[in-house]
Each structure stands twice: as structure tokens, then as C-alpha cells.
DNA sequence: AACTAATAAGCGGTAACCAA
DNA sequence: TTGGTTACCGCTTATTAGTT
């Protein structure tokens, strides 16, 4: 008789215990799974914010078993070792994700972490660097094809050296970014046209001193200006 | 007298014609609108569901006019004053009362075709984006009649503005979604009255990068929960 | 060192497509 | 038609760079 966890982990009945304490994890009990370390703990025993115990990252007091937890079938992985440098898991925070049911389906899983060449990095960072010659290329493109498809992505990884889903989401949030910036200026022409001050933009454009103002290239960071929206058609 | 399209497309009223079958396009008439090849098409001339025709992006039968579109450039940009305070800066982030405002920003802004290769491809879309009101009819209708019948569709494409295409496609991933919730709802009550553990934590093999990864309604899709059906009786 | 603006990367949701 | 997949969007989080 065994536990079944996910997609990837079994174990035996008498293995299913907290990777902490040791302590046997009932059915029904809410528990976290690490797929990655391939070790489970109960609710009391994952490191929610706040640093690991000492124990980390070796379990202790749970039953040794060769054979658990065992993979299904296609062995994807060969087992991860439980090697987290402090600094690594001080930035390892989990994320709960409680879906509107709230049955619970909390916890992480793979999404937390990225493959790389072999050896597993932290999910949410290191976060790369775009360099002001790959972005050059990425806006000379974007002003033609604001949405490559897969493989222009692809032609644009090779000659940028970032990897395609970095270029996806490059280009998602520079997509998001211009519609942001389009509905602003619908907003502001909005009040222009009827003659108004659009109140909060425009409260105050003394010419101060004090701070040199922030150029408009700049707040919209390098990108010409020419994307200016105007929806004057009640009802397209 | 000019139309004005979008961002920056200047037509005059006699050139303001679909793209492929050159029909006049009248003020209120829902458009298309390819700011990238510089296009408008008609509903029936934008390449939904087909392969596009030929002669794009050569536009056919349209009247030939050296200046249309124009760009207006330098008319526009007065409008926007090209400073901000890091004050008025921070203020930017008051997106939620502009769209509470309720000015339509919608309309196919963005050019929903790209260019590889010195040709367009189709992709998706362009997506629409369905609004809160026509959502309401949508949903009224469907708790009534989940699968309506062509003629009904037609009746809400009146009602609504969306294209039958559209429509249709909601329908199918409106029954799609009920599907869905219902084996959720089965499988969670299986283990429920079972006192199980009803986590089930998705694991996530990023397989390729570049690919996105495994989302909770994307698991929920995926997952095979009809083995629980039997377990209660249809009560939705 | 603390603050802040910019933005890369994450999430759920879903329109559109596709294969059977 | 259904079931499954993909791409995109709005929103959010959190890292990074630059300033105070």
C-alpha cells in the first residue's frame, strides 16, 4: 500500500512522514511536497518565511526506506541531492497558492524552480539582465513585430543569446507596457479635448527646480513616442 | 475630412477602405485595424479562421492614394507634455480609476499579424477582448441555454456586437470550463467523504524552456477526475 | 543603508486553435 | 462536437539599478 502524491512520488504507508520530524502524515492531513527534494513535511515543518531548521537539510527521524519516495514508471530525474546553501533557501520562500475552493491545493511544486544545465537554480532569480545591446535589438524588432511568433523568437534567442521564454516575456511586458502607455494618453486627451486639467498628471508643472524632471523618453524608457491613441468613435 | 485610425493612421474618407475587397468603410462600422502594413479590413476581410488571402499585404481595389495613411506625427505629440515630476511620475500608476472612467479603449490597437521573414503570418486572434456587459448576456443565456442553436447565436451576435465566430468559441469553452468544475467538484467530494487527502499536488516537468509552464486550471484540464463521477449523483 | 522606479518573472484566466 | 493545447492578457510579486 502506498501514498501517491502528485504525479512523480509513492511511498509506502510507513514512509509517508514529515521530512522534519518524522512525524507520519495522516490521508486527509494538508501537507507540503517537495518534489524536487523528494521529501514531504507536515504543516508544521516547511519553512514558510523564516530560515530553515538546523536539521535542514538532512531529514531526520524519518524511516529510512531505499525505495521511497519511488518514481512512477519513467524515472524523470535521478534524485536530487538535499543541497541548499542557506542562502538559497533563505530566498526560497513558498508560495501558497489557495484557489477559490479552498481545498488546499497549496504548497509548490517544479514551477519553483528552473532546470539549467543540470543543476537546479531558484526560481524567482537570479533575474537577468537585459544588456543595452540585446535590447537594442529586442526594440529595433518590436517596433515592426510587436508579436514574433515562435519562431522569429527563436531567430532572436540565437542572435541575442537569451533563452526564448526570457524573449516571451520581454515581449509581454513590452506589449503590456504600450497599452499602458496608450491608455494614459487616451486619458490625458481625453481632458485636453474637452478643455480640462486632467487632475492628478497636471496638478503641478511649475517649473521647478529642485529635481531635474524625468524626460518623457525616459519614463517610457527609450521608446519613441508615436504610439498615441486616439478612440474618438463612440462605438468603433 | 480624414478618418482617424488608432495610433496614427490618417485616411482620407475616400480612401478609408477594407484592405482586401476595397468597400468603403463607414464611420460606426466595425473595423480592423493593422497599423503595422499600414491596413484597415472589414469584418469580412480579416483573416479569422482562414488562411489569408493572397494578395495580402498587397491591398486590392483599394483607391490608390500616395499619402493615405498619413502619419500625423508632430500633430499629435503637443498633447502630451514631454516631462514628468517623479511626482506626476508616481502618478502614473492610477490605471484602475482611468479605466473605471469607462472610455473604451479597446479596438484591435495592436497589429495581430507579424512579420517573419518579410511576410505576415496569421496568428491568433486578433483576441477579442469581451467586455463586462456583453459577458452578462453571454452568461444569462448560457445558464438557460448552454448550446445554442446557429440562429441563436446569430440573435446574440446582434445583441452582443461579438462576431458569430466569437461566439461560438465562447460557448464552446464555456461548456468546456462547466465540464471542468463539475469532475473538480467530483473529485474533491470523493476524497471528502472519504476523509482523504485531497491535495493532490501537480507536479511540473518543464519540460522545453521556453515553454510555459503547467498552470493550476491547466492541471485541472489535464487531469483525468471522470473516474470519480460515480461517486455522487448529478446534482448540478 | 534605505528608498524608489523600472521591469523580469510569476500567477490565474481565457480566446483561439486543433485533432479526433 | 469534445478534450487538449497554446498564446495572450491583466495583475502581481520581487529583484535590480539608481538615487537619496
Not at 533563505?90 to 514551477?111: M, N, P, Q, R, V
Not at 534567442?157 to 511586458?173: D, H, K, P, Y
Not at 478643455?195 to 496638478?203: K, Q, S, T
Not at 503641478?204 to 524632471?213: A, C, K, L, T, V
Request: charged fraction near 20%; charge should be negative.
Amino acid at each position: 500500500m502506498v501514498y501517491k502524491l502528485g504525479t512523480d512520488l509513492i511511498y509506502h504507508v510507513t514512509c509517508h512522514c514529515c521530512g522534519h520530524c518524522g512525524r507520519g502524515l495522516a490521508p486527509g492531513e494538508q501537507i507540503v511536497v517537495d518534489e524536487h527534494a523528494k521529501v514531504v513535511f507536515c504543516m508544521s515543518h516547511y519553512y514558510q518565511d523564516s530560515a530553515p531548521p538546523e536539521s535542514y537539510p538532512q531529514p531526520i527521524s524519518v524511516p529510512i526506506c531505499d525505495s521511497c519516495p519511488s518514481l512512477p514508471s519513467t524515472s524523470v530525474q535521478p534524485s536530487i541531492p538535499l543541497t541548499f546553501t542557506p542562502e538559497q533557501f533563505s530566498e526560497f520562500h513558498i508560495k501558497k497558492e489557495i484557489d477559490s475552493l479552498g481545498y488546499g491545493f497549496d504548497g509548490y511544486s517544479f514551477s519553483d524552480f528552473c532546470e539549467e544545465d543540470g543543476k537546479f537554480l531558484k526560481r524567482r532569480g537570479p533575474r537577468t539582465t537585459i544588456k543595452q545591446n540585446q535590447l537594442d535589438v529586442l526594440n529595433r524588432i518590436f517596433t515592426t513585430t510587436p508579436k514574433p511568433s515562435k519562431h522569429a523568437r527563436a531567430k532572436l534567442a540565437l542572435e541575442t543569446g537569451l533563452s526564448m521564454r526570457v524573449i516571451q516575456v520581454w515581449f509581454q511586458n513590452r506589449r503590456s507596457k504600450e497599452r499602458r502607455l496608450k491608455h494614459l494618453c487616451n486619458y490625458l486627451r481625453h481632458f485636453e479635448q474637452r478643455g480640462l486639467v486632467p487632475p492628478p498628471l497636471f496638478a503641478n508643472h511649475s517649473g521647478g527646480e529642485g529635481q531635474p524632471e524625468m524626460t518623457f523618453s525616459q519614463f517610457i524608457s527609450g521608446m519613441d513616442a508615436s504610439q498615441f491613441d486616439e478612440d474618438s468613435a463612440d462605438d468603433q
